[in-house]
């Protein structure tokens, strides 16, 4: 019962939150807290327990749901989706913290944020295909409304537009479940069944007409151009924390339906398709830095920076090789914490000077010298600095597809370069020079946002010297799954 529990306390605290005094703020922010926090140190204990030297699924959970269609409640984790289950714990957590100084509709905005979680955990570790939509539709509703009610100026457009292309994305992806079923022997929706048992072997054009299917719904997700409009709106309207979950976890979800539906159930058809996935991510790699470099808004920029950033994804998973998938799968861990202290430092300055326009700052970083060195992980970190998270997840990304793909990683690496032009200009504009009188009372980061950080800077760190801790997690799984395409 240990995924069901990490899955599910969440939707319990939310549930309580609706039941207790919306002017009782302080035990609605409590209990929220909890909520969240339990989920984190079961992950840690999953963590702990889980057996490196193994591909196989592990801490199952099978029983029948709707036999007379095969649907089952299955839950399991392994390689791919323990990082994940990780990641997402910690984020929402964090995210929770740091939406402490919410004034407006706590009750709601907790209890959202808590179904919202229960969402993503079970998108990580469903292992039917069924039950694995009903989890991604479950994410979608909370989002929409944290953008959509506590968002910014425009926050009903971003939220109708979130909305519009993630189902529209969700209707082509059901239509892929659904031909995958009915065309399997006997019918089924078990993914791992699906993965091993070589149903559609040989049948190239159905394979592709599903991973194409599939595809559209995961590439919205990513999001891949040149379906990734919605993101930059999306990003700027959001409450800090919703930024957060968007960039360390929702984007993740597109390029882990990828991983562990596209891949392994319809493999000649990753196959097939690989090339033209390596060209879409050099694509987002090359038009999110340009348009980054572009940005005034230093929310828009650093949402535009996680289009470029997922291209590294998609360039190590379309090599087909194991060092370029788990790099891959490593960069969507390292990008998720990265991203996600990024956003909450962002929002740690907009709370005091109600502004993102990076121009309009100038030497803060003498009148905020904690913030200013919190920040300067965070950006090295996303430049690709070694010795920080961001770099190793890269390289191996790189390492992985330049046999495969010479020209396309090649000009790939220019985005390593545009991400240190737009990042350190940014920084030396807002940080360094005089400080501009009219930033002259702003404060430094309190305890509270210190708290959030911490866990995320410690880990963008620890991973820079010691990337064994999550690689070694991934990398029988993975091991295991390159062979089925060959």
């Known amino acids: 019962m240990l ?66 269609l095969g649907v089952s409640y299955f839950l399991g984790v392994d ?18 913290t740091v939406s402490w100084n919410i004034k407006t509709r706590v009750k ?12 993503m955990m079970g998108v990580f570790v469903a292992l039917d295909l069924f039950l694995f939509y009903i989890f991604w539709e479950l994410v979608l509703v909370p989002m929409y409304f944290i953008i959509g009610v506590w968002g910014g100026p425009r926050k009903e457009y971003a939220a109708i537009k979130f909305i519009i292309y993630t189902v529209v994305g969700s209707v082509f992806m059901l239509l892929g479940f659904l031909a995958i079923y009915f065309t399997s022997d006997p019918h089924t929706f078990n993914i791992i069944e699906l993965s091993q048992g070589n149903q559609f072997k040989g049948m190239l054009l159905f394979q592709n007409i599903a991973y194409l299917a599939l595809f559209l719904g995961f590439a919205v997700k990513v999001p891949i151009f040149p379906f990734h409009t919605w993101l930059p ?48 991510a050099l694509i987002n790699i090359l038009y999110g830095a340009f348009t980054a470099l572009a940005q005034t808004d230093l929310k828009k920029m650093i949402a535009y920076s996680s289009v470029s950033h997922m291209g590294y994804v998609l360039l190590g998973m379309s090599a087909l090789t194991v060092t370029g998938f788990n790099g891959a799968l490593l960069q969507m861990f390292n990008h998720g914490i990265i991203t996600g202290a990024l956003f909450m430092l962002v929002g740690v300055i907009y709370d005091r000077a109600h502004t993102r326009e990076i121009a ?10 904690a913030y200013t060195g919190l920040m300067a992980v965070a950006v090295m970190a996303a430049v690709g600095l070694p010795g920080l998270a961001g770099f190793i997840s890269e390289l191996l990304c790189f390492v992985g597809a ?32 005089e400080l501009n009188p009219k930033w002259a009372e702003l404060k430094d980061a309190d305890f509270r946002e210190w708290i959030s950080l911490l866990p995320l800077m410690a880990l963008i760190v620890l991973l820079g010297f010691y990337p064994r801790l999550i690689l070694d997690v991934m990398n029988m799984t993975i091991t295991h799954l390159i062979p089925r395409f060959q």
């Open 360 to 369: 309009g700052f100038g030497g803060i970083g003498k009148q905020m010298p």
């Open 108 to 119: 709601e905005y907790f209890a959202l944020f808590l179904i919202l979680e229960t969402g």
């Open 233 to 280: 709106d999306a990003h700027v309207e959001a409450p800090t924390a919703g930024s957060i979950i968007l960039a360390g976890v929702l984007l993740k979800m597109g390029a882990y339906g990828l991983m562990r539906v596209c891949f392994p159930i319809l493999p000649e058809a990753a196959v097939y398709f690989a090339h033209c996935l390596a060209g879409l």
């Open 402 to 433: 330049f046999p495969v793909y010479k020209l396309i990683t090649s000009g790939a690496v220019l985005g390593v370069l545009l991400s240190a032009v737009y990042m350190l200009g940014m920084f030396q504009r807002i940080f360094t020079g």
């Open 3 to 68: 995924l069901s529990s990490i899955v599910f306390i969440p939707l319990l605290g939310g549930l309580l939150i609706l039941l207790m005094n919306r002017e009782n703020e302080w035990a609605i922010k409590t209990m929220a807290t909890i909520a969240a926090a339990i989920p984190v140190i079961l992950a840690g204990w999953l963590y702990y327990c889980f057996d490196q030297s193994t591909a196989d699924i592990q801490f199952a959970e099978k029983m029948d749901w709707i036999p007379s």
């Open 79 to 96: 390689g791919l989706g323990l990082p994940m289950v990780i990641v997402t714990s910690l984020l929402s957590l964090v995210a929770i």
